[in-house]
């Protein structure tokens, strides 16, 4: 199993639990700030610095659509982890 890069918190100022409507969580990359809102019939919103990053729809559920927000935000974030410039050494 992979070591996941992300830190994801939940924004607490939303609704938490099986009635909300719409969860927000938060995590920084690479100086990027990172936002997923999901909504319990399986669809969530990928944000990077407050722009449209990503939607998935129509899977099983939040947790569902959560994970693959995740997953994409990971892919993106690893790329530009392989292409952030190296220090040299010495």
Not at 18 to 47: C, M, V, Y
Not at 54 to 70: N, T
């Amino acid at each position: 199993m992979s070591e996941k890069k992300l830190n994801w918190k939940p924004d607490l100022s939303y609704p938490a639990g099986k009635g909300a409507t719409e969860q927000r969580f938060t995590a920084s990359a690479n100086g990027d700030e990172l936002e997923i809102d999901t909504h319990p019939w399986g669809d969530a919103d990928l944000k990077i610095d407050g722009l449209n990053a990503a939607h998935v729809e129509g899977l099983a559920s939040d947790g569902d659509a959560f994970r693959a927000a995740e997953n994409i935000a990971e892919e993106i974030e690893g790329r530009h982890s392989d292409e952030a410039p190296q220090t040299p050494k010495g």
